[in-house]
């Protein structure tokens, strides 16, 4: 459902910007890379409707992120992702879930996605999620063969302060 939010969005957009002719390549790169966005959630959804393993996964990682907030905020019962949260970890999940025969999905591999919003605006919980999922994924996919360094996390301090 969110990529097809996510996508009829990009559609509307881009049917209303009236740009001038030397601002009118930049647009169709946006566009592009918006659409290859939509996409990949898209794709990944239809991953979790196929392998069970990472529908546990995902359920697993709700369950754990959903856990550290109610921790954090006793009166909370239900987990809710911002849009923006979601399309993050979907966006990302089809390339942890496919396996090394799927050429296309192993080059998103090599792309750097980034998850920029103010501060306070949920970036921990999104990226924390997908670190879940992953582990959840490996150890449920691979047994003890996915145990070991699945996330490398750096924070930088002085770029919070």
């Not at 794709?43 to 995902?58: C, G, M, P, Y």
Request: charged share 30%.
């Amino acid at each position: 459902m969110l990529p097809q939010i996510y996508g009829d969005w990009v559609e509307a957009q881009l049917r209303e910007v009236k740009l001038k002719p030397e601002l009118q390549e930049q647009a169709e790169r946006h566009a592009k890379n918006a659409r290859s966005v939509n996409r990949r959630m898209t794709e990944t959804v239809s991953r979790l409707a196929e392998d069970a393993d990472a529908q546990a996964a995902f359920r697993l990682a709700n369950r754990a992120i959903l856990l550290q907030r109610q921790w954090s905020f006793p009166d909370e019962d239900d987990l809710v992702w911002r849009p923006f949260q979601l399309g993050f970890m979907l966006l990302t999940m089809s390339a942890i879930i496919c396996d090394d025969s799927d050429e296309k999905a192993v080059r998103e591999r090599e792309i750097v996605d980034l998850l920029w919003f103010p501060t306070g605006g949920g970036k921990t919980e999104a990226y924390l999620g997908l670190i879940a999922f992953t582990l959840f994924f490996r150890r449920l996919k691979l047994g003890d063969t996915g145990a070991g360094v699945s996330a490398l996390m750096r924070y930088t301090l002085r770029l919070l302060t």
